[in-house]
């Protein structure tokens, strides 16, 4: 399946692992670019040492290409947008605010720059600023998220910009592909289902809870932040949208209990203090694969109802 995506990117299929954070490193990026995807590593808040390993032994890992996502708002955001530099890295996406600063360094080096957007006007403003994509996430991914759906936001999004633009937020198999391409995506970014591969890192409970999600197993947490995550229904999750409704958690007090949660979900599967941060499509998602067999499965799926040769 060729679309300007794959041409940009030289990458087999249309699609991208998404930047998990604490959840996307080199175990994860290389499978999926191995597999014919675009692996992501996620810079979040993380040492830059870490990162620096982590892409160099994504390099010894993968001959393919892979990429690196910067959370905006992290405080190391201008070290890691130079860091991507000078490790030659191939493409930065990005979220949680404005990369304008950092695209014509990024494109002098090489960089392809795709940032994911939640909105028609930060989706012209991007094309402006020089992005080569923009990534359209919709409500229904896991993590941070904004307010408009993937069906509403993508062909906005499409009607918008002359670049080409990829689908996020409940996309898991071949039908959520089709569908993204109907409404005049040209690739797709897949976050929640890699969470149940192989090659995901993340603590056994992690895994488990995503298989055993249903549609309503879900929750939305810290919009009074101003930061909104999406999360698996924990009695945890439970607690923090409780506290946010009836006012027993000040917003300080909510990123207070917060610290660090989502580490103690990651690395421990700690249910009673973790957030388990997963998009609404969980419960459309019931094994653990190997990375490769994933994508072969959701582009068979995708390729027959697109009708592609």
């Known amino acids: 399946m060729k679309t300007r995506i794959t041409e940009l990117l030289g990458c087999k299929y249309p699609i991208i692992q998404g930047g998990m954070a604490w959840i996307a490193e080199s175990t994860l990026a290389s499978a999926v670019s191995n597999a014919g995807g675009v692996g992501l ?32 708002m992290s405080p190391n955001a201008d070290d890691l947008a ?18 304008g600063k950092f695209i014509p360094a990024w494109k002098e080096a090489g960089i392809k720059v795709i940032p994911v957007i939640p909105s028609v006007a930060l989706a012209r403003r991007m094309e402006k600023a020089g992005a ?20 509403c936001l993508v062909p906005q999004v499409v009607d918008a910009v002359e670049i080409p633009v990829i689908a996020a937020g409940g996309i898991a198999d071949g039908r959520g592909i089709a569908a993204s391409f109907m409404l005049g995506a040209e690739g797709v970014q897949i976050g929640t289902r890699f969470l149940a591969s192989e090659e995901c890192q993340i603590h056994p409970t992690f895994k488990e809870l995503v298989i055993k999600a249903k549609d309503t197993d879900n929750v939305v947490t810290g919009r009074y932040t101003g930061h909104p995550c999406r999360n698996i229904k924990t009695k945890f999750a439970k607690m923090l949208a409780s506290g946010e409704k009836d ?16 580490r103690k979900a990651v690395q421990d599967g700690n249910v009673e203090e973790g957030s388990f941060l997963c998009g609404l499509i969980a419960g459309m998602i019931n094994d653990v694969k190997p990375c490769d067999a994933i994508i072969k499965e959701i582009m068979e799926q ?8």
């Open 247 to 262: 006012g027993s958690l000040t917003p300080d007090q909510f990123e207070e209990v917060t610290l660090g949660s989502l």
């Open 302 to 309: 995708a390729e027959k109802l697109l009708r592609v040769s």
């Open 41 to 72: 590593i996620a810079g979040g808040s993380a040492p830059i040492d870490y990162l620096r390993d982590q892409i160099r032994k994504c390099k010894e890992l993968t001959d393919k290409p892979f990429g690196v996502n910067i959370m905006l």
């Open 82 to 99: 130079q860091l991507c530099i000078d490790e030659k890295v191939a493409v930065v996406t990005t979220g949680a605010g404005n990369p």
């Open 132 to 151: 080569d994509a923009v990534v359209a996430e919709g409500t229904e991914s896991g993590g941070h998220i904004g307010e408009n759906t993937t069906m």
